[in-house]
């Protein structure tokens, strides 16, 4: 699903934020990315989403090598992925409904498919009294469901999530947590870099810490550090 | 905060396009203002330029109808001889009316013109130096370079007297016009799109934020630009029509004023009525306008598409 051979990121600054990663998810997983600040977590992120470019290495993505992924074919890349950001990234002119079937729109669903799918998946994060709303009306945690819906709302095959809750108490954390673990039950790939010690804990999932752009631990069932 | 509730129900390619188009319009109202008056000023001397350069050139084609080809007869010429010439100029292709002005006239029509001065003729009285000529009159302007080789060939011509020196000035002044329109015209043409291009650049700009999340789900760099091209073809489009309208008043004021002025009534030369210009303006600017908006906001583009 997805696979990383000996992959090396160094930004044109000269920072190396990733050094000689290979890792390997597999379909219907849940892995995190922890490390700390500035270890590389984005960035590994960003290689993912081909919204930067490995200087040396391979990126597997389903089956295809898109290391090499000219960049008239990332948009197609993307709609395979669902992302979430720590910032949810909504359009703010936009209701919550339109935020939604904007996600389908762009990958030209028709109006039918739109208007049964968009109300679908908002129920499924519990926003369906919320779809004629804007985003500054909302919440974190119901702007981050927004997110949630858009990401789900063409049926990827992986969630990518760049510190999810890293805007969220913790109660609103969990709401989110609990619907990520609900959508990788039902067989999609989650990504998620994270901060949150006591989630990574919790939840016993596959972690992947970076240090310093190395990858220095891959347990299949581990916590935040292996310390604790 | 303005609601547009439902837009996403009815979202279809189309409606998309022009109603994010014409947001981006409106919600840019300082930069559309700026480009729409640019684009108007620019549009509306290259306007200016060409109505004028279109108009030196009726004038000169009246000019030239009014005066003729004036043929000199050789001196030595017979009645005889002058009667055969003219008969065959008058068979010449393009030859309208003939007339025959003898020496004793030309003599005249000489005196007539030096009256201040009759000293400088004082001498040539009796001597006819001034030849007998024939003055042809042309069906067809554009003949005018075959009747006078035809009439080159003929016998007991002289020479052949086609331009004069108003005729020489007015081809002078119409070709540095046409220079004038070009230079003008490639001049604006990089200013506004300039303009159109910063404008929009401004929108991008506001909007890159929103930009980058459509990246993000996985627009394609075409259905993002979508938008911002409509902008510029709007903008592009209503400079256009202000344009038009803006210099049909204009040329109708002006032609006005200038066709009641007393040269022209003496002269009997008319200009282009405002229609005839329009004519050839209007589809120039409508082409020239959605043109210069589409590439301006092309070219605007370039940088925010890379995420
Ligand atoms: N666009 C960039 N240009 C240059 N250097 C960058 C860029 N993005 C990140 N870096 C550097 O690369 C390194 C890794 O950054 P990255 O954002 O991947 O860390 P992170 O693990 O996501 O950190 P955080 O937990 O704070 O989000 C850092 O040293 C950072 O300064
Ligand atoms: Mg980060």
Redesign the interface.
């Known amino acids: 699903m997805i696979e990383f051979k000996n992959v090396t990121k160094v930004y044109t600054t000269g920072t190396e934020a990733v050094h000689d990663a290979s890792f390997s998810i597999d379909k219907g997983e849940f892995a995190f990315l922890v490390g700390s600040s500035g270890s590389g977590k984005s960035t590994l992120i960003k290689l993912i989403?081909k919204?930067e470019e490995a200087n040396s290495g391979n990126i597997i993505i389903n089956g295809k090598d898109i290391t090499y992924l000219k960049p008239?074919r990332v948009?197609?890349?993307?709609?395979s992925m669902g992302?979430v950001f720590q910032d949810f990234?909504?359009?703010p002119?936009?209701?919550v409904?339109?935020n939604v079937?904007?996600?389908m729109?762009?990958?030209k669903s028709t109006?039918k498919h739109?208007?049964r799918q968009v109300p679908y998946v908002l129920s499924q994060v519990g926003l369906s009294e919320k779809s004629?709303m804007?985003p500054?009306e909302l919440s974190g945690g119901e702007q981050q469901r927004v997110a949630l819906a858009?990401a789900l709302v063409?049926n990827p095959s992986m969630i990518i999530a760049d510190e999810p809750t890293g805007n969220l108490d913790p109660d609103t954390a969990w709401d989110i947590m609990n619907l990520l673990d609900e959508i990788n039950r039902r067989g999609t790939t989650v990504v998620m870099a994270t901060h949150a010690k006591d989630i990574v804990n919790t939840m016993k999932k596959r972690v992947i810490q970076i240090n310093k752009g190395i990858i220095v631990r891959d347990d299949k069932k581990g916590g935040y550090s292996s310390e604790v | 905060?303005i609601?547009?509730?439902g837009?996403?129900?009815?979202?279809?390619g189309f409606t998309?396009l022009i109603s994010e188009g014409f947001s981006n319009v409106f919600k840019n109202k300082k930069g559309t203002m700026i480009s729409l008056i640019t684009m108007i000023c620019a549009m509306f001397m290259f306007g200016a330029a060409f109505a004028i350069g279109q108009n030196v050139n009726y004038v000169m084609e009246q000019v030239q109808a009014s005066q003729g080809i004036e043929v000199f007869i050789l001196n030595e010429a017979t009645d005889e001889q002058t009667n055969t010439l003219e008969s065959e100029i008058k068979k010449i292709d393009g030859v309208s009316t003939v007339t025959y002005k003898s020496k004793e006239q030309a003599l005249e029509s000489a005196k007539e013109s030096f009256k201040e001065y009759p000293d400088a003729i004082a001498g040539y009285t009796e001597e006819y130096i001034f030849p007998a000529s024939f003055i042809v009159m042309l069906t067809d302007l554009s003949k005018a370079e075959g009747v006078e080789s035809t009439i080159a060939t003929l016998e007991n011509v002289k020479n052949i007297r086609s331009s004069n020196d108003t005729m020489n000035t007015l081809f002078k002044i119409s070709n540095g016009i046409r220079i004038a329109i070009i230079v003008v015209f490639a001049g604006l043409l990089v200013i506004a799109m300039t303009i159109i291009s910063n404008t929009i650049k401004l929108t991008v700009h506001a909007r890159r934020?929103?930009i980058?999340?459509?990246?993000?789900?996985?627009?394609?760099?075409s259905?993002i630009r979508g938008p911002f091209l409509v902008e510029g073809i709007i903008i592009g489009f209503v400079a256009a029509c202000i344009t038009i309208a803006l210099i049909t008043i204009a040329y109708d004021y002006v032609v006005t004023g200038i066709e009641s002025s007393d040269i022209l009534q003496t002269m009997n030369i008319t200009l282009l009525h405002y229609s005839e210009i329009l004519r050839m303006v209007s589809v120039v600017y409508v082409v020239l306008g959605v043109g210069i908006g589409m590439f301006g906001s092309a070219f605007s583009m370039k940088k925010y598409l890379e995420?």
């Open positions: 989403l919204e008239k948009p197609y890349l993307r709609r992302v990234r909504l359009l002119d936009k209701t409904y339109e079937a904007f996600a729109y762009i990958v109006p739109i208007r004629k804007y500054n858009r063409n | 905060m609601k547009k509730v837009i996403a129900v009815r979202y279809n998309y934020k929103e980058s999340i459509m990246k993000y789900v996985g627009a394609t760099n259905f995420v």
